[in-house]
């Protein structure tokens, strides 16, 4: 977004044409930033819950909007990576102007640490009414007895 600096004189009886001027001035600065808004390619983080149990982790993402297709989720070694793009359905026109923008749209992006060893097979996934569910089951490592529980030869 661009901004103006704009010096002016206050004038005795022109509030009416001061406060003109600062509704122009903000409604130039919301169509620059409605315009940055439309094209956007800054990749953002989309909201997660991450849950852990002794056998597994949760991972839900909210991505309402997104279409199935338009999600990619890959588990590497040690992280999750849901990455996508976000499309603005509706038409953009030049006469409407944003009172707020607060849904993000454009490629997010989401990496989720695993500190452990996973089952990868057992890993599953799924989308339903915005929101994306990764099931992620811990490999279960089999306890080696201790030499001290070891039977007596």
């Known amino acids: 977004m661009r901004y103006k600096q704009v010096t002016y004189r206050y004038i005795e009886g022109s509030q009416h044409r ?6 122009r001035l903000l409604h130039d600065a919301l169509r620059q930033g ?3 808004l439309v094209q956007s390619s800054t990749t953002w983080r989309p909201l997660a819950d991450i849950l852990e149990s002794p056998q ?18 890959t588990l590497y070694q040690d992280a ?3 990455s996508g793009v976000r499309r603005n359905a509706s ?5 409407l102007c944003y009172h707020e ?19 990868r097979d057992a890993v599953t996934a799924r989308y339903e009414c ?15 007895p201790l030499p001290s529980d070891m039977p007596d030869e």
């Open 18 to 23: 001061l406060e003109q001027h600062y509704r």
């Open 34 to 36: 409605q315009s940055s």
């Open 56 to 73: 597994r982790m949760l991972v839900k993402v909210e991505l309402a909007g997104v279409q199935e297709d338009e999600i990619e989720v």
């Open 80 to 82: 999750l990576v849901v």
């Open 91 to 95: 038409e953009y026109q030049e006469s």
């Open 101 to 119: 923008a607060q849904i993000r749209y454009g490629p997010f992006r989401l990496e989720v640490f695993i500190p452990y060893p996973v089952n």
């Open 130 to 144: 915005g929101f994306l569910w990764v099931d992620i089951p811990k490999q279960q490592i089999e306890q080696k």
